[in-house]
C-alpha cells in the first residue's frame, strides 16, 4: 500500500506552511502489519532533513536515537517498519515558523484521520508532541465530542491511560531537532515511553 494514494489534500488551504513540502511516506507499507503510529509535528522545512531523504537526515538521525535509547536499535526506516512501526507527521506540509498554525493542525487532523483508518490492526499511537496531541484531540472531537488527552503539559500527562476508537494513546515530546538532543530530560521521557509503546505490542528491548 501506498499511503499517498489516500492520503492527499486537494486545495492546500492552510497558510503559513510550504505548500511544497507536502509530504506523505513514500514506501510501500503492509498495513495489516502496522501495530503502532509514531505521530511527529511536521515534515522538515529542508527536505534534506526529513525522514526520507537519502543520506543521514536529521530527523532520522535523532528518531534511531531515540529508538537506541529505548533499547530497540535500528538502523534504517525499514527497520522500524519490520517493527510494526509507521511514523508520520501530524501535519503534512512543513512549517515556516517555530510554531505551526491552529488551522494546520484542525485540517490536517482530517489527513492524519485517514492515515491512521488504514491500519486495521493499530493498537498503540505515540503522540509526540503538542501539535501531534492535538491532532488526536481533533480527531477525538469528531469522532466522540470530546478531546482525547486533557489540557496540561505533556510531563503531567504521561501516564494515565488514554484511548481513541480503543487504540491506546501515549503522549511523549518530539523526538527530531536540536531541542531533542540538548535537552536530556527530554531523550530519557522520549526513550521511555517508546518503551512503553512497543512493550504494548508485544515487543521486548535488547537491553
Do not use: W
Not at 486537494?10 to 511544497?20: S, T
Not at 535500528?74 to 517498519?81: E, F, G
Amino acid at each position: 500500500m501506498l499511503v499517498a494514494d489516500y492520503v492527499m489534500c486537494q486545495e492546500f488551504p492552510c497558510e503559513d506552511v510550504i505548500h511544497g513540502r507536502f509530504t506523505v511516506s513514500p514506501m510501500e507499507i503492509d498495513a495489516q502489519s502496522i501495530r503502532c503510529v509514531m505521530v511527529s509535528e511536521s515534515p522538515a522545512p529542508d527536505p534534506a532533513n526529513d525522514f526520507h531523504a537519502s543520506g543521514e537526515p536529521f530527523f532520522m538521525e535523532t528518531t534511531l536515537q531515540a529508538f537506541a535509547d529505548a533499547g530497540f536499535p535500528v538502523s534504517s526506516m525499514d527497520d522500524i517498519l519490520d517493527l510494526g512501526i509507521y511514523i508520520t507527521t501530524a501535519v503534512k506540509c512543513a512549517k515556516t515558523e517555530y510554531a505551526v498554525p491552529t488551522a494546520a493542525i484542525k485540517t490536517c487532523s482530517r489527513l492524519l484521520e485517514t492515515e491512521l483508518d488504514l491500519f486495521p490492526n493499530l493498537e498503540v499511537i505515540l503522540a509526540m508532541d503538542d501539535v501531534a496531541i492535538r491532532a488526536v484531540n481533533e480527531i477525538g472531537r469528531r469522532k466522540t465530542g470530546v478531546r482525547v488527552i486533557p489540557a496540561g503539559s505533556t510531563y503531567q500527562l504521561r501516564g494515565p491511560e488514554y484511548t481513541l476508537d480503543g487504540v491506546q494513546v501515549l503522549p511523549s515530546y518530539l523526538q527530531t531537532g536540536k531541542s531533542y538532543l540538548i535537552e536530556k530530560s527530554k531523550q530519557r521521557m522520549v526513550a521511555e515511553d517508546l518503551r512503553t509503546a512497543l512493550q504494548l505490542i508485544g515487543l521486548q528491548p535488547t537491553d
